[in-house]
């Protein structure tokens, strides 16, 4: 069992940045790819970007690539995005997810989830 904690969201202008983090908690917290998801009101939850297990492999959706960057720490059981140059349409709940075996975007393929953290860019 793994439980997700994210934290670091909040309110920026366009253009600013953010750094959330997702502690997790369990001793097989370096067996698992991590993602970052989001969602927006009243759209699907999309993927964002997700790390290998070793850190050394990572996919990130085609509208973040260049702006965001995935990172993690196996001893500190953590997670991190970091994202930069902000845009109006990045505001959306942002979800830690951990499980599948491969860095893939499928969202039911990951399973264990945050309980997700705001983020609104303002114009």
């Known amino acids: 069992q793994v439980q997700l904690v994210e934290s670091g969201g909040g309110l920026v202008q366009a253009g600013g940045s953010l750094r959330l983090s997702c502690a997790a908690s369990?001793?097989?917290?370096?067996?698992?790819?991590m993602g970052w998801f989001r969602q927006a009101p009243g759209k699907e939850r999309e993927f964002v970007a997700a790390i290998s297990a070793s850190g050394s492999s990572t996919k990130y959706a085609d509208s973040v690539k260049g702006r965001f960057t995935i990172s993690r720490d196996n001893a500190q059981n953590t997670v991190y995005l970091q994202m930069n140059s902000l845009k109006p349409e990045d505001t959306a709940v942002y979800y830690c997810a951990a499980g599948p075996w491969s860095l893939t975007v499928v969202p039911g393929e990951y399973r264990y989830w945050g309980q997700g953290t705001q983020v609104t860019v303002s114009s």
């Open positions: 369990g001793r097989t917290f370096s067996c698992y790819v």
